[in-house]
């Protein structure tokens, strides 16, 4: 008996058993990262449809404005963080878009090589797009008579998916040629050209008031008129008023609702730098009942000598001004007459004014407009007015502008 309990007194001790290891710390993140990413990716091909839905609604609503949008392939794409549609050898349909246009009905074709459109996930109001040309522009079924194309393009668009608030276009070193008869010809290029559009007033869909600007940077405009060809800076600042909503519809539509409710056109900033010469014009137009601009413009041009051999309006001295290049009211007699005001300053300065037509008509407008200054420079102030479609410079024509409805 002693012996036992000496035995059971020395017996070594057991090992207690080792504690089984919990898994549920690993194994509860590991299950919610799980389920999150299938939410997750559930919710990306959800609004991935959603986003081929709106898309196919967007184009529904521009046709009903003569706008046909196409692709040869479309693919949405972009998971996880954002949204792309990709639109292979897409095609735009253009009719009405233009007064000539919404005569005749004859649509014009835009083929491009591919348009991307990107919205990021967590602001899908937000579209930006890239544009790879080139560009070949036809009437449909013709050979092209255009080309475009340019080093990088881009567009975007907030407010969406509804009527965008903001629309924005920036191409760099855009290159438009004219194919006529298979041969191209140089007609526009710059360094860089935009176009910004945006709701400063109203609403969409309640007479709203609609912003746009215009600004090319090195432009060059060729076999228009030799005064276009030399690189220059433009901006265009206008504000359009009279319009009822901005629902779907053809431009040519839009203007005439903009005459028929007594609106206009505000330019409210207008600038155009060539060299050193630099003109700058603000003011209202309107638009007549046969869809041409008419209004004044206050412009002040630095570098007014310059501009009068560039436009070859001597002609219209040297030649007694024929009626073509006369106002409309104004006769031949009343521009002679700005000639013979010269005669009775200096005697014989009309005749001189004749002989040498670009002083004869710079002193001449300098009797219309006024002695001013510009950015430091001597400058003069001109009325430019539009009377049903004629750009008057004083008394003279000097270009007719399109109707735009």
Not at 226 to 251: I, M, Q, Y
Not at 326 to 352: C, E, W, Y
């Amino acid at each position: 008996m002693l012996l036992g309990l000496s035995m059971m007194t020395y017996a070594e001790p057991r090992a207690p058993l080792p504690r089984r290891r919990r898994l549920w710390p690993v194994f509860v993140p590991s299950a919610l990262l799980l389920l999150a990413a299938i939410g997750w990716s559930g919710f990306w091909f959800y609004a991935a449809n959603q986003v081929d839905v709106q898309f196919k609604g967007w184009q529904e609503r521009e046709a009903k404005s003569g706008r046909v949008y196409d692709c040869s392939r479309r693919e949405v794409g972009g998971f996880p963080f954002r949204f792309e549609v990709r639109c292979a050898d897409p095609t735009i349909s253009l009719t009405a878009q233009t007064a000539q246009q919404f005569a005749t009905k004859t649509p014009l074709t835009a083929k491009l090589s591919e348009i991307l459109a990107v919205a990021q996930i967590y602001d899908p109001t937000r579209v930006i797009a890239e544009f790879k040309g080139p560009v070949t522009v036809s009437e449909t079924g013709q050979q092209p008579f255009a080309t475009a194309n340019w080093s990088l393009g881009h567009a975007s668009a907030a407010g969406l998916p509804t009527l965008p608030k903001r629309i924005s276009m920036e191409f760099n070193d855009p290159v438009i040629e004219r194919i006529v008869s298979g041969v191209t010809a140089p007609f526009f290029s710059a360094k860089h050209a935009e176009w910004h559009v945006r709701l400063v007033e109203g609403e969409l869909n309640d007479h709203p008031v609609i912003e746009s600007v215009l600004r090319s940077e090195g432009a060059s405009v060729q076999g228009v008129h030799p005064v276009l060809e030399a690189p220059f800076d433009e901006t265009v600042h206008v504000k359009l008023r009279g319009l009822n909503d901005f629902a779907p519809k053809s431009w040519p539509e839009r203007f005439r609702e903009i005459q028929a409710n007594g609106g206009g056109i505000d330019v409210t900033e207008s600038r155009i730098q060539q060299g050193d010469t630099v003109a700058v014009a603000a003011g209202t137009l309107s638009l007549t009942p046969s869809g041409h601009l008419d209004g004044q413009l206050q412009m002040t041009i630095a570098g007014f000598e310059k501009i009068v051999p560039a436009l070859g309006l001597e002609k219209a001295l040297a030649e007694g001004a024929p009626p073509s290049n006369v106002a409309p009211g104004v006769s031949t007699q009343d521009v002679n007459k700005v000639i013979d005001s010269l005669d009775r300053i200096i005697p014989g300065l009309g005749k001189v004014a004749r002989k040498n037509a670009n002083a004869g008509l710079i002193a001449g407008l300098n009797l219309i407009g006024q002695q001013t200054t510009f950015e430091g420079r001597p400058a003069r102030a001109i009325t430019l007015r539009f009377m049903d479609g004629a750009l008057l410079l004083g008394p003279l024509r000097v270009a007719q502008t399109p109707a735009l409805f």
